[in-house]
């Protein structure tokens, strides 16, 4: 196997020496999940925004995490762990069903 493959040595090894600069954990694909589905929280008014502290009931973001982790469910179907695509189900309905009770509340 050479080092230009699409994860070679080389390219996992800058990968990980920008991940420990940076002082950020590694990324996973459970991590990236509940990445989207806190954006999608934000969104919903259930988190504060990181940005000023407030919640902020922002509908057409919250729909766009929704639809992004669908996206991911469709182009990663029969490639995740069962573990990972209940992680993915679980977080895509607990966002949808906020997201109705959110929309209705309005």
Known sequence: MSDNG???K???RARDAFQDAAGLPAIDF???VLS??????VHLGDAPDPS???AHVELGLARQSIDLLTLL???TRGNLTGEEETLLAQ?????RMRYVE???SK
């Open 91 to 95: 977080a895509l309905y607990d966002l």
């Open 52 to 54: 000023d502290g407030k």
């Open 10 to 12: 080389q390219q996992r």
């Open 30 to 32: 459970a991590t990236f």
């Open 36 to 41: 989207l589905a806190q954006s999608g929280r």
């Open 102 to 104: 959110v929309e209705k």
């Open 73 to 75: 469910q469709e182009k």
């Open 6 to 8: 699409p994860d070679s």
